[in-house]
């Protein structure tokens, strides 16, 4: 089965940098994904990694680790509306389905 | 349409009535997904359609939740006697990929349905 593990919260100032970590474990591995939810609102995507390395896309970095079973989102230059939950997500080796950890819930200060 | 529509936007059942969740996915997408999530949690698996065919059902919590989708576009989830437990927002998600998805999901804006 799949066991994916975020922090639970995070703090950080605007401006700043803050890098959220994911570790998973799973049976098969087709790519991990990062989606960004705000409270009440559905998830939206972020990022995908299937091979190892970083990605990056404007303010937003994903790096991916298949060996060691690690990502971790990077966002740069905080801004206020970056105060949300981030989801990691896996998706299994069969590629039909996406599993998601509990999220990670950044506030981001003034 | 532009994008996934999901309706109710928000449902009050009492305890043992039946409740119909309707997903209108972005259209010619082929796969769909229905989700659960509870407050404060992390979105859960129930299903996929592909096209017209359920090919995963193994999240389904039990026997009273049925998903169909008989004509591959609108999607409809429905849970039988409710239960409080069954308090949650159901997501539904839809991609164009048929199996390998090395994009997101489209996510609606979901059901939060209350079991009272």
């Known amino acids: 089965g799949q066991n994916i593990d975020q922090p639970t919260e995070m703090t950080a100032t605007e401006g700043a940098i803050v890098q959220i970590n994911c570790t998973y474990q799973?049976?098969?591995?087709?790519?991990l994904f990062w989606y960004q939810q705000h409270a009440g609102e559905a998830p939206t995507f972020l990022s995908y990694?299937?091979?190892?390395g970083l990605e990056e896309k404007g303010r937003f970095s994903s790096f991916l680790s298949r060996s060691k079973g690690y990502s971790y989102l990077l966002l740069k230059e905080l801004q206020m509306k970056d105060s949300a939950s981030y989801l990691c997500?896996?998706?299994?080796?069969?590629?039909?389905?996406?599993?998601f950890g509990a999220g990670t819930r950044l506030f981001v200060k003034a | 349409g532009a994008g996934v529509s999901q309706s109710p936007r928000y449902k009050v059942a009492k305890r043992g009535q039946d409740v119909a969740l309707r997903c209108d996915p972005i259209?010619?997408?082929?796969?769909l997904f229905w989700y659960q999530q509870a407050l404060g949690q992390g979105p859960e698996f129930l299903t996929y359609?592909?096209?017209?065919?359920?090919?995963?059902k193994s999240g389904l919590p039990s026997d009273r939740f049925f998903a169909e989708r008989p004509e591959g576009s609108v999607s409809t989830l429905k849970i039988q006697r409710t239960q409080q437990e069954d308090s949650a927002v159901y997501l539904c998600?839809?991609?164009?990929?048929?199996?390998?998805?090395?994009?997101?999901?489209?996510f609606g804006s979901g059901t939060r349905l209350t079991v009272v």
């Open positions: 998600a839809s991609s164009p990929r048929l199996d390998r998805s090395n994009y997101g999901y489209t």
């Open positions: 799973t049976s098969g591995f087709n790519g």
């Open positions: 990694n299937v091979l190892d």
């Open positions: 997500a896996v998706s299994e080796g069969g590629g039909f389905k996406t599993i």
């Open positions: 259209s010619g997408h082929v796969s």
């Open positions: 359609f592909q096209n017209e065919a359920q090919l995963d």
